[in-house]
């Protein structure tokens, strides 16, 4: 009996320890994962007319205009998602290549098509929690949001040489107006990997405004596995050295990106160089 109880405790703990390893294996993946995913959705989240200047499709606005006085919240978004993923999974695909050796141009893309769309500030709010958040002076919240905005243009440079021919399907858009949020449904098919589903998080800024805040895939979302982290250093070494932790890992990646550039001479005093 005694051995048995031995035996039975050890096969106990064998099974725990296989569940936290994988369990850990899991974030890890995720946590890659997530990287590749928040550059997707940060190039192909705009939800108002900014796609009309870089794609050159002004039908585009016509025919949002057209859908927020006749139709619901849900139709607006899908059809405003379907046109970009479109259009700028084109645009991945013919001008990678080009936006790896020139960082200033894509910078300039992301700029043109992206911030400001994406709800840093909802974002941010998140991963500190709201308490942490709304305590902290204007000028630090400033700061940290405008790092986290940085941080979020950097995966999206990480991820553009992990581009690599995937194909993005809207499944489904839930929308809750009442309470101004939602969420699109994203088939992401891959011609090398296995087909990835993943949810982009909206929110709705004003009447007719919708903006992206957090997305998930697997069941966790980028923020989930972030949060941690951000609210670690904030706890023991405080706003300052989250600040500048972001602010270390952001400019010691730009300066390799634009050190390795086609042309590196070029690319100083620009942006992100």
């Known amino acids: 009996m005694y051995f048995s109880g031995v035996k039975s405790g050890k096969t106990l703990k064998s099974a ?24 997707v959705s940060i190039l192909l989240l705009p939800l108002t007319s900014v796609a009309e200047s870089q794609l050159a499709e002004p039908a585009l606005e016509n025919i949002a205009v057209v859908d927020k006085q006749t139709v619901g919240a849900k139709q607006v978004v899908e059809r405003q998602f379907k046109a970009l993923f479109n259009s700028v999974t084109d645009q991945l695909a013919n001008q990678q290549e080009m936006y ?70 809207i499944v489904d858009v839930v929308v809750n107006e009442k309470q101004g949020m939602g969420w699109v449904q994203v088939l992401m098919a891959s011609p090398m990997l296995p ?19 957090d997305v998930r895939v697997k069941g966790i979302t980028y923020v989930a596995i972030k949060k941690h982290k951000y609210r670690e250093i904030l706890e023991e070494q405080g706003i300052d050295a989250l600040i500048d932790n972001l602010g270390r890992k952001n400019a010691a990646y730009f300066l390799d990106v634009c050190a390795t550039s086609s042309e590196p001479e070029q690319m100083v005093g620009n942006a992100p160089c």
């Open 16 to 39: 725990i320890a296989q569940k936290r390893k994988k369990e850990r294996m899991k974030v890890l993946f995720l946590s890659v994962l997530v990287r590749v995913i928040v550059t």
């Open 100 to 169: 790896i050796k020139n960082p200033v141009a894509y910078h300039n893309f992301l700029t043109s098509t992206v911030i400001g769309l994406w709800d840093t500030s909802s974002t941010t709010r998140a991963l500190v929690g709201k308490a942490r958040y709304q305590g902290l002076a204007p000028a630090k919240r400033d700061a940290l949001i405008d790092s986290v905005d940085k941080t979020l243009m950097r995966y999206a440079f990480e991820g553009l040489e992990s581009y690599g021919g995937q194909i993005f399907k």
């Open 195 to 213: 087909d990835i589903n993943l949810d982009v998080l909206i929110k709705r800024m004003s009447a007719n405004t919708w903006r992206a805040v």
